[in-house]
């Protein structure tokens, strides 16, 4: 199968690469380009666990080519800090608990970054419904609900 | 196991550690015999508790004059 | 060996510091099975069964050989024969070897759909897959057996010809098709039944379901040019499966290394090899290393679900509502091998209530499924949900409260226990009164259709052996090394067990996972039993340096050892006390007294405390869909002590959502010639956080005196009550009695309608 060439920006890189057309954005992320935070749970849309944010939309990698991804804008995990600074929502789902084996982590925490850009004060019952897409299998979703209110909180208060 | 004591609950044995016992309890009760140690080891899917604790050394675990001994069944765990 | 004398205060331990390899997990940096690559790396794919039982004629490889691309192909040919082999796992039972290999590859046989038959390993995934499509199998069908009573049944499809069907302490017999027996018995339980006031007799089924942890297995396979093995894999137990790779590959084991990567869930489900010893030959074979990765498909067709079942019980009771007999007959899915949750299923189906007459027989059932594995609790979800259904039957037709009820007939310690010794210190009435008190339970319920139910639940767990290293380094920081996975942060827990035994700070101590070379042997993250069987072992090991470092201060001080005085951390001259170290400034002066300090211990605690908890749900019921919301859930349960109470909570709402799945939706659908139809987390649908409402922990602690800290396990009871919980909560609101599991809207909605008809 010939490779095509694809250019994108990831996590604000200029990034060049080569993939089949049958390769998902998902496989061509972790395989090719080594970026490696965003899982692959399911591999057809039912765990969120390859949420990516790709040109201000919230995606499921795996749904998605790695050739439609040509010319477009992709955040990832990865992208997320900014350097060594933490976005306030991985640092509360650090200092709240929201994660026990973390493999979901990633997917949760574009998907409610994504959340947090369009509605800055969600309530719980919004939250939920956002984040219907992603499953955690161990935390029971209850300390993910509070540490995305909290980092809300945090966001609000730094705009202020 | 009191089908296998014609139905008596408590059996009193001597012997020094729990293999020693196990011993005494064949003794008594030759149907016994080959069903809790196999293989020189205790036997499979079964576990030993002494004075109320599931015990390591399992055979070897010794005894007191007074000590307390249960043959259960393995239990697994996730 | 003796209780520990647990402190009054405590510095550490009941804190909540942040995880030190939480950073990595936010970022996205942590790496998990595949996450891993070397270079020049192969990609390897099963083929699998796609029939539910039958039996190999011939496997023709010729086609996937010469496919473009690949590198190696096997089937069980390239595996060794191996003679029986078990493995002792102490009270955690014995494992066949010889069943796990043929689990892996088979051999003669397929005993269920998807059961692995080749591999292939090629330059990618891609190519791997397609060809291993090309590999060629002959089968004779076989007619397949899906559940424990047509399992059991006379001329039922056989699954192993050699099976001896035996029972626990009485020689084999052949009675049954396909089921070994277990019994267990106290007192005499005609007798109890004569006197009992009310006697109720009740059937129950449930289905097969799946841990569902999200990350599936993955394991990547380097075999050296020396012979010596190394395998980077997500799993429970890298010991595990190190043992089961020599055993099943014929090699001695120190000739593997598996180094555990991080593991993205397990709950029981990654405790043994599956593709692993299949990397390692594919990797013998072409000279590279080998990743294969299972997807989700393969994941839920292949790998160890959790028991269906059928239970049978009998409850007496006098008026008063003490508990007088029961009698309770369990048969458990093995599937496609011997050895599955009966004995922790039947064990725990009564254990919480003092009874004095009790027959308990559990059956071991082969089908053909895949072989069924732990899932948090083995076996005691299905047998809660029956006997804590009955008894909130018995509750009302005696018209008690069923707090009070089980409160009348609660464990308590000393007590004896079904398998015959006393019950160790238990917290099973305190749990009961905190519910009659909480806030929850006073509340009004409010609404139609609404209903609240309790459900009481037991789990043992275990000690097992457990390694530990400590060193200290010359600046006073201390490097902990454990030889358990962390699967849910343990990390920390052990981090803090430590700082709280050497008096430092937990941010003073990196805390790591060893593999099977750098740390000492320890049995899985299982069975509850990380934070108290490694922290015994890592409080042994601190004792060890804190013993030698007050020698080292002894030299200083020109003093006998005697004289040291040791106190949260610092080391003090007792015969003149100006004289002080903290333990930065003496860890600053090991390298001119003698040289560095390391301790090592390796435990295999015996004082385990169980577990006890009680769940309390409030629910609604939508009488025209059968759709359950559940409103309000509050979960009580004993830690013994609470290291981390943020992690304890943790798995507490964990463990119940997995019930809570369990209890309404999660079911393997197997067709008539026993494909796995829901193969995907679409219609294998696990609770979404919208599912499910804020579930509120209540931690009680009866501490534990068989840990230093009080600690007893808490990762696998929350999963036991929710279903019957459920159950009682929708009889409050609706009235019928669910005796099927899972309690779908479909289901609810025909009891619903039989009953109005």
Not at chain 3, 259 to 275: A, C, R, T, V
Request: with cysteine; net charge negative; charged share 20%.
């Amino acid at each position: 199968m010939n490779k095509q060439q694809v250019t994108a920006t990831i996590n604000g890189e200029h990034k060049e690469f080569l993939c089949e057309p049958r390769q998902s954005l998902l496989e061509v992320l972790r395989d090719e380009l080594f970026l490696t935070g965003t899982k692959e749970g399911c591999n057809d849309g039912n765990c969120g666990s390859c949420n990516v944010i790709l040109d201000g939309t919230l995606v499921n990698a795996c749904c998605i080519f790695g050739v439609e991804a040509n010319g477009g804008h992709i955040t990832t995990i990865e992208g997320l800090s900014n350097g060594n600074e933490l976005h306030p929502l991985q640092q509360t789902f650090l200092e709240g608990t929201g994660m026990q084996c973390g493999f979901c982590t990633p997917g949760f925490l574009i998907a409610a970054s994504a959340l947090l850009d369009e509605n800055s004060e969600p309530t719980a019952e919004e939250i939920r419904h956002w984040l219907v897409g992603n499953l955690c299998r161990c935390t029971g979703y209850d300390k993910i609900v509070k540490a995305v209110q909290d980092a809300a909180l945090i966001l609000r208060e730094r705009a202020l | 196991m009191r089908e296998l004591t014609g139905g008596t609950e408590k059996v009193a044995v001597d012997g020094d550690n729990v293999r020693e016992a196990i011993r005494a309890l064949e003794s008594l009760y030759p149907n016994l015999a080959g069903l809790l140690i196999q293989n020189d080891q205790l036997g499979k899917g079964i576990a030993v508790a002494v004075d109320g604790r599931i015990v390591r050394r399992g055979l070897y675990e010794p005894l007191r004059s007074d000590s307390e001994i249960h043959f259960i069944p393995a239990l697994g765990a996730g | 060996m003796n209780d520990y004398v647990i402190p009054e205060k405590l510095r550490v331990v009941g804190t909540t510091p942040i995880r030190p390899d939480g950073h990595d997990k936010v970022t996205g940096r942590a790496k998990f099975g595949d996450d891993f690559h070397l270079p020049s790396m192969l990609h390897g794919k099963v083929l699998r069964s796609p029939h539910a039982h039958a039996r190999i004629k011939s496997i023709d490889t010729s086609h996937a050989e010469a496919f473009p691309g690949v590198h190696a192909v096997v089937t069980a040919a390239d595996f060794p024969k191996i003679t029986s082999n078990v493995i002792d796992a102490g009270e955690a039972g014995q494992i066949d070897m010889q069943d796990v290999a043929d689990n892996c590859i088979a051999r003669e046989k397929v005993f269920y759909d998807g059961h692995a038959v080749a591999a292939v390993a090629a330059d990618n995934a891609h190519i791997a897959e397609e060809a291993a499509n090309l590999i060629q199998v002959d089968y004779e069908l076989l007619d397949p057996v899906m559940d424990v009573r047509s399992a059991m049944a006379d001329n039922a499809p056989v699954l192993h010809d050699d099976f001896l069907p035996g029972a626990f302490l009485a020689p084999t017999e052949k009675a049954l098709p396909n089921a070994s027996k277990l019994e267990l018995a106290m007192g005499d339980v005609s007798t109890g039944f004569d006197e009992a006031d009310i006697v109720i007799e009740r059937e129950f089924t449930t289905e097969t379901v799946h841990q569902g942890y999200i990350e599936t297995h993955i394991v990547t396979a380097q075999w050296g040019a020396n012979g010596m093995v190394t395998v980077w894999t997500t799993t429970q137990g890298q010991f595990a499966i190190r043992d089961q790779l020599a055993l099943v590959l014929e090699l001695p084991m120190s000739a593997i290394t598996v180094i555990p990567l991080e593991i993205g869930g397990g709950f029981g489900g990654k405790d043994s090899i599956y593709i692993d010893p299949l990397a390692v030959v594919l990797s013998k074979q072409s000279g590279r290393p080998v990743k294969m990765v299972m997807n989700r498909a393969e994941t839920l067709r292949a790998t160890g679900p959790s028991s269906g079942t059928y239970i049978k019980a009998r409850l007496g009771a006098k008026t008063d509502g003490t508990l007088v007999a029961a009698e309770f007959h369990g048969a458990y899915e093995a599937g496609a091998y011997s050895g599955g949750p009966v004995a922790p299923g039947v064990s725990t189906a009564l254990t919480r209530y003092n009874i004095p007459n009790v027959k308990i027989e559990g059956y071991d059932v082969l089908v053909n499924k895949p072989k069924m594995k732990p899932y948090r609790a083995p076996g005691a979800t299905p047998s809660n949900f029956a006997i804590e259904t009955m008894i909130d039957e018995l509750c009302r037709e005696l018209k008690l409260d069923p707090v009070e009820f089980r409160l009348r007939n609660a464990l308590t310690t000393g007590d004896r226990l079904v398998l015959g010794f006393p019950c160790p210190e238990i917290g099973g009435v305190e749990i009961l009164k905190a519910v009659q008190n909480h806030a929850h339970y006073q509340s009004d319920i409010g609404g139609p259709h609404r209903g609240r139910g309790l459900a009481y639940g037991f789990w043992f767990g275990a000690g097992l052996p457990s390694s530990a290293d400590l060193m200290v380094n010359s600046d006073g920081t201390v490097q902990l090394c454990s030889g358990s996975p962390d699967m849910s942060g343990t990390r920390i827990t052990l981090a803090m067990q430590a700082a709280e035994a050497l008096g430092i700070e937990p941010s003073d101590i990196f805390p790591s996972v060893g593999d099977t070379t750098s740390v000492g042997y320890s049995f899985q993250t299982v069975a509850s039993r990380t934070t108290f069987a490694t922290g015994i072992a890592v409080y042994q090991a601190a004792q060890d340096i804190l013993a030698q470092m007050a020698e080292r201060a002894a030299l200083i001080w020109q003093i006998a050892t005697d004289n040291i005085l040791i106190d949260c951390g610092r080391f003090l001259n007792e015969t003149n006390i100006q004289q002080c170290f903290t333990f930065k400034e003496l860890a600053g002066k090991l390298d001119g007294t003698g040289g560095p300090i390391a301790a090592r211990a390796l435990a295999s605690p015996e004082g385990v405390g169980f577990q006890i908890t009680a769940h309390l749900v409030d629910l609604a019921v939508d009488p025209e869909t059968g759709k359950i919301d559940i409103l309000r859930y509050t979960a009580f349960q004993d830690a013994g002590k609470a290291v981390h109470p943020d992690f304890v909570e943790g798995q507490i709402q964990g463990g119940t959502v997995q019930g809570i799945g369990w209890a309404l939706n999660e079911e393997y659908f197997y067709d008539e010639a026993g494909h796995l139809k829901n193969t995907s987390l679409l219609d294998y649908r696990m609770p979404t956080i919208l599912d499910v409402p804020n579930i509120e922990a209540v931690i009680l602690e009866t501490p534990n005196p068989g840990h230093p800290y009080g600690v007893r396990g808490v990762g696998e009871v929350p999963i036991v009550p929710p279903a019957a919980a459920i159950a009682n909560a929708l009889y409050d609101a609706a009235g019928i009695r669910m005796n099927t599991l899972p309690m779908t809207p479909a289901k609810i909605l025909d009891k619903l309608n039989s009953v109005t008809h």
